[in-house]
């Protein structure tokens, strides 16, 4: 009985620090996305249940308590303060926006990208008979079957949400998965300062948006301009249907407007879009960065 009641309360103990460390790690990666009220507010309730669920864990290990005690508290600080460095910015926007182009300016200047388009296709490709399956009466692969063939792939799913739904369902959470991995190692293994993911279905896949900050929209104001960059790129060789379909398939861009921090416009030229980045982003990122992130940095 004895055995029983010590194994029972040793996995208890270590559920119960795995529990408090990840709250106290979410936080930390939440820090810069929420109000100082707030966040105040959630730190004060967390640390009340922990310090009750402590006393009543702790008491029963009496004869370790301080130790105990002092080497949880060790582990939740170190895991808010990992949860801190793990914050990122986020680029995202319509398809034919310009979102790569900005990309590509923010890269020049220093910021160190992740791109998810490349995450998704290697991903993709590493799972090409699944996708297949997926799809039986679509040819969705290359000539050679060992890989996904993304412009097929693309006019079957964006042509029907039905199927988008399905691919979503088998890629999204590799994809996260991948993500999370590439951060983990830019920020901890890199020890890049300003990282900024860049992500096309940020707002739809909803994950990264509760703690990427500050986020990113690339928009235009005029759809025809979207359009006829679409139908322009030589990737692509959309007709206008194809392309409004394509367009059709994303979230409205007032959704978009609404729910990001730093807005980027670009009707106009390269240069533009250039100025207006390092205008508006370049002092927002860089303060946030020192301000959240390097505060305790360790």
């Known amino acids: ?23 106290a790690f979410v936080l930390g990666l939440c820090n810069a996305k929420i109000s100082s009220k707030t966040f105040i507010k959630h730190t004060i309730i967390i640390i009340i249940v922990l310090y009750i669920l402590s006393f009543i ?23 808010w303060v990992a949860g ?4 990122v910015a986020a680029l995202t926007g319509g398809i034919a926006c310009g979102k790569t182009t900005a990309a590509e300016i923010m890269k020049s200047h220093g910021l160190t990208i992740i791109d998810s388009d ?4 290697r991903v993709m490709n590493n799972i090409p008979e699944t996708i297949a399956q997926a799809f039986p009466h679509d ?13 097929k792939l693309s006019k079957v799913v964006f042509a029907n949400r039905a199927k988008l739904k399905k ?22 293994i890199l020890k890049d300062k300003y990282v900024v993911l860049d992500m096309p279905l940020l707002f ?42 394509r367009i059709a398939s994303q979230l409205k861009t007032e959704f978009k407007k609404a729910h990001s921090d ?16 390092l205008k508006k982003l370049f002092p927002a990122i860089i303060t946030i960065i020192e301000q959240y992130l390097y505060s305790l940095y360790i």
Request: aromatic share 14%.
């Open 118 to 121: 490349k995450i998704t296709h």
């Open 139 to 151: 040819d969705v692969l290359s000539a050679n079957r060992s890989s996904v063939d993304f412009d």
């Open 204 to 245: 739809e896949t909803g994950f990264f948006t509760y703690f990427c900050f500050p986020i990113v929209l690339v928009f235009l104001d005029d759809p025809e301009i979207q359009i006829r960059r679409l139908m322009e790129r030589k990737q692509n060789q959309m007709s206008r249907e194809e392309a409004e379909v």
């Open 57 to 79: 864990l702790l008491r029963i290990l009496y004869d370790w308590y301080f130790l105990i005690q002092a080497i949880l508290l060790t582990i939740i600080l170190l895991a």
């Open 1 to 23: 009985v004895m055995e029983f009641r010590d194994m029972f309360w040793a996995f208890a103990s270590i559920g119960y620090i795995g529990s408090m460390s990840g709250f």
């Open 262 to 277: 730093i807005l980027i416009h670009n009707d106009g030229t390269k240069d533009e879009l250039e100025s207006e980045i």
């Open 84 to 87: 801190r460095k793990c914050q």
């Open 167 to 188: 691919l979503n369902s088998i890629t999204h959470w590799r994809i996260g998965f991948e993500i999370i991995k590439e951060i983990l190692y830019t920020k901890f």
